[in-house]
C-alpha cells in the first residue's frame, strides 16, 4: 500500500504533460499485454486444432481398396473391398463389401465374399465379419459369423454358426470351423450336427 502510495504522490506532483505521456505509454502497455495473451490463446488453440486435426488423419478413408501378398513371387491372398479406411494408430485395414482370393502353389485355394474384413498390417492376420461365405478347391462351401485367418501354414478358424456344405454329399453345422493349413480338410467342433447324403435319397 505504502508502494502505491509513493506512486500515486509521484504521478499527482507530475505536470499535465507528463501526466498525459505517462498515461499513453500505460494504454499502450496494457493493449501490448492483451495483444499477447490474445495471440497466446490463439496460437494455443490453432496448435491442438492442428494436433487433432493430425490424429484425424492417422485415418484415411477410401473407396476401392485392395491388398495383396505376396512372398518369393508367389501370392499367398488378394482382398478387394468396396470401401475402407486405414488407420495408422493400430495399421489395420478395415473394408466392406468384401471379396478375395487365398493361393496355395500360385492357384485359387479358398474364394471368399463377407459384408466386412479387417486386415492386421503387423500380424498378418486376416478377420472377416458378418455374413461371411467362401468356397474351397473342391468346391467345399462355409457359411460362419466370424473367419479368421493367420498365415498359410495356419489353420483358418471360422466362429460363430458354422455351415459346411460339400457338394450334395454333406452338410454340417457346428460353433466353431477349422480349415486345415492346405485348405484340404476341415474339423468342427462344439455342437455338431453332420447329415451325410446318397445320391439316391438320403442318410443321416
Given at each position: ?5 509513493r ?15 505517462l ?9 501490448m499485454?492483451?495483444?499477447f ?10 496448435s491442438?486444432?492442428?494436433?487433432k ?5 492417422q485415418k ?31 495399421n ?39 455374413n ?7 468346391s ?14 495356419k489353420?483358418?478358424?471360422?466362429e ?18 477349422f480349415?486345415?493349413?492346405g ?22
Amino acid at each position: 500500500m505504502k508502494t502505491l502510495k509513493r506512486i500515486y504522490e509521484r504521478y499527482k506532483n507530475l505536470d499535465k504533460k507528463k501526466r498525459t505521456y505517462l498515461l499513453t505509454v500505460l494504454a499502450i502497455l496494457v493493449v501490448m499485454l492483451w495483444a499477447f495473451m490474445s495471440a497466446v490463446m490463439i496460437t494455443g488453440k490453432y496448435s491442438r486444432d492442428q494436433l487433432k486435426g493430425s490424429a484425424d488423419e492417422q485415418k484415411v478413408d477410401a473407396i476401392g481398396i485392395i491388398i495383396t501378398e505376396t512372398k518369393e513371387g508367389s501370392k499367398y491372398f488378394e482382398i478387394y473391398g468396396e470401401t475402407g479406411n486405414y488407420s495408422n494408430d493400430d495399421n489395420i485395414a478395415t473394408l466392406h463389401n468384401v471379396i478375395g482370393n487365398f493361393y496355395k502353389d500360385g492357384n485359387v485355394a479358398m474364394s471368399f465374399q463377407s459384408s466386412k474384413g479387417t486386415y492386421n498390417e503387423e500380424t498378418g492376420v486376416i478377420t472377416l465379419y458378418e455374413n461371411t461365405y467362401i468356397v474351397l478347391e473342391d468346391s467345399t462351401s462355409l457359411n460362419t459369423d466370424k473367419l479368421i485367418w493367420s498365415g498359410s501354414d495356419k489353420e483358418t478358424v471360422a466362429e460363430g454358426n458354422v455351415v459346411i456344405k460339400k457338394n450334395n454329399e454333406m452338410v454340417a453345422t457346428a460353433d466353431k470351423g477349422f480349415i486345415s493349413a492346405g485348405y484340404e480338410n476341415f474339423k468342427i467342433a462344439g455342437n455338431t450336427t453332420t447329415k451325410l447324403y446318397e445320391r439316391k435319397g438320403k442318410t443321416e
